[in-house]
């Protein structure tokens, strides 16, 4: 067989060097989630489809993987077949869709307010572009059944906090809140239908600034006046903050949900990092009920973290309300990140011991062993003819000591 | 949206309580195979379809999640569709074959010898039944580029380092090579064409008894004389051992090699657990060319782990000749096994802080960090209405200490 020998389109390998790095700071992450009494659960990468297609996940529903019917449920003669006939499972594109279907089948067996922690892999079929993977991992933490602002508080603090235990601190949390959005827009003379529409446009505004936003809306043909009144509100917004959505008819309950908010976040953060409103962080999916928020590091162009309140799609699986938020750390870019900040792992102390074909390899195994109990981490290999190569590659790999065995008189020496 | 709750068909939910003991099984597996310094790495669960199809998985590539393509690629209209026109990729069935094709793409950044640590899920599309899942876990090592037996050595006594580590140690290692398995057949008058036949009534001796083989292979029409010379060297063998595997063609060297691995083995295990050699132990991969293995536990029906050489299927993906080895730690049977043993995760020091409504949050959040400094993991909820209820559903669901908040007043009390 004539091989490809590389992974999947957009899929990767992870090399034991890489492997290293990803589970440390996935460590640190979980470890930090977990402290502060969030629940490590699990669900399957794969979903039953109409779990996946019925759901409110926006352009990621054109992404999804199928899978394809096994056995006598593929009938591939069927007239005018369609990828419906095909497919009875998907995998999953997020961690929230599962999660949802998850409490609602395990409700019995959660605490009543759920403080949830997921990780792992999730998969879009996006076109294959730089540092954009089409399998990758999240990790995200959620709280369900608690509607009070105690639940952004807790998710801020929280994320930010796993985050600073990574050393990651020079980060921004950009705070809004779809009904802000909604409100504004709708105010400025823009219909329900347009609402969408526009959030794509003003979501650009890093991009191409405000008279890129002002062209691009009259090239597609929004209302002229509509257009000049939200244009005054960004820069007006920009300037006052909150202060000023009264005028635009936010309701009073919500400015005053998110100055709460607002000031509760940077009392705590003690000056750590800025939690800032910025009515232009619009973000995607369709489920956003309530707050919004990014995570901003640096000045990438991208977030590292990005979440909010979804307080209609877990009740919609059961028909009941229930009020759900979280937050989601993009581990690929955290972690990309890192590696070019040169993150270093804390040292493991590596030791390679090496043997001849002529001795007892029980014998050497015993040495390893005795070796081992000492905290070291110790590989067998055979000894080379070349030793003094052989060395340099072990040292190479990260190995700070070796030994050659001879029973006794087996001595640990550094490599250097 | 009238949805269903379960998880995808075979596939399982896993809670938090189940979680922490899979995490804790897993994490102590995985740190003995690194101290033992075998390097962790990662491959997508999607592979390219042929990688799959084109592997030699036995009855296994029957069971393979297809991924359906997408955009353009999928062509519906075509005359006389069928499985292949329709996939392009699909879900991983082991992950040896992955490890085969990560070893050939990544060469040039791993060790010379390479012992690779792999854990992650497969995914097969079995009939559902009990224990029996879709999608599961497996834990993997392997050595790849050392074709001595140094190799099965280390294998054997490293699975049964981790296993010891659980306190897993009622468990017998049977060994077996399936050189030694086709000289056998062949010389009591089989044919090549039968090896395989031959091999999976002969694996069922557990359960029919050597009546039931010979029963059953002289229902199917296999020549009567071998049938009665292949039931006599059945008992041969079970009564002596390897010692007279000569009388059956099998080479000198063959037998050595058995020999070696068996005492060194049991030397090593010094009586902590037997190496015994199983000439009615088979295992259903065609890629395996030399020793195979596996361990049984206590008197369950099942093997808990199990592997062998393949000696060319690495190669097979770049045309070179490299031995290959592993041996995979069936993670679902073991934890499956544990739990049912009432097996404990060392406690955890788990608190739970009551707040009211009219607390500020973040200086019940200021709080439970305070609390964390001191090792306790700490979790934050409303006080409910009633109490002693509350507390007792945080007590069931594994807390040992709660504490209401009363800024410095908060005092940290058991829960009983």
């Known amino acids: 067989m004539k091989a490809n020998l590389n992974p999947a389109k957009g899929m990767r390998d992870i090399t034991p060097y890489e492997k290293e790095i990803r589970d440390y700071v996935e460590g640190v992450i979980v470890n930090t989630y977990k402290q502060s009494g969030f629940e490590l659960f699990e669900t399957p990468v ?6 996946l297609t019925g759901s409110e996940g926006g352009e990621n529903l054109m992404l999804i993987f199928k899978i394809l019917k096994r056995g006598d449920k593929l009938d591939l003669k069927k007239e005018g077949l369609t990828e419906e006939d095909l497919s009875d499972l998907g995998l999953r594109y997020d961690l929230t869709v599962p999660l949802s279907r998850f409490y609602c089948n395990n409700r019995a067996n959660l605490t009543p307010v759920f403080k949830a922690l997921q990780v792992g892999n999730v998969f879009r079929a996006e076109r294959a572009q730089k540092g954009r993977y089409r ?25 930010a906090k796993a985050l600073t235990a990574l050393n990651v601190t020079d980060f921004v949390v950009r705070f809004n809140d779809r009904r802000v959005l909604k409100a504004v827009i709708l105010n400025c003379g823009f219909t329900e239908e347009e609402f969408d529409g526009v959030c794509i446009v003003v979501d650009k505004l890093d991009k191409i600034g405000i008279n890129g936003i002002k062209s691009e809306m009259e090239d ?14 960004l820069k007006e917004i920009n300037k006052k903050g909150t202060n000023c959505l009264n005028e635009y008819g936010v309701p009073k309950e919500v400015i005053s949900d998110i100055n709460k908010v607002l000031e509760e976040s ?7 990092y800025d939690v800032i409103f910025d009515f232009t962080l619009i ?35 059961i028909g009941e309300k229930i009020p759900a938020i979280g937050f989601s750390i993009g581990f690929e870019r955290l972690v990309n990140q890192l590696m070019e900040e040169n993150f270093k792992v804390p040292d493991l102390e590596k030791v390679v011991l090496l043997y001849e074909p002529a001795d007892r390899y029980i014998d050497v ?52």
Chains 1, 2 share one sequence.
């Open 365 to 416: 195994l015993a040495k390893a062993e005795n070796i081992r109990k000492d905290g070291y981490t110790v590989s067998v290999y055979e000894k080379a003819k070349k030793l003094g190569k052989q060395l340099n590659q072990f040292q190479a790999f990260g190995y700070k000591k070796f030994a050659v065995y001879n029973s006794d008189e087996t001595e640990l020496k550094e490599l250097s």
């Open 266 to 272: 940077n009392t705590y953060a003690d000056g750590k």
């Open 283 to 317: 973000r995607g999916m369709g489920y956003y009920t309530g707050s919004i928020f990014e995570i901003a590091y640096k000045d990438l162009g991208y977030s590292i973290a990005g979440g909010g309140r979804y307080d209609e799609m877990v009740g919609n699986f």
């Open 135 to 159: 399998s990758f991992k999240q990790c995200d933490i959620d709280i369900i059944g608690d509607g009070t602002q105690a639940a952004e508080l807790e998710l801020i603090a929280t994320t």
């Open 220 to 233: 597609k043909g929004y209302n002229k006046t509509a257009v000049e009144k939200l244009i005054e509100a």
């Open 46 to 51: 794969v979903e039953n489809i109409e779990n």
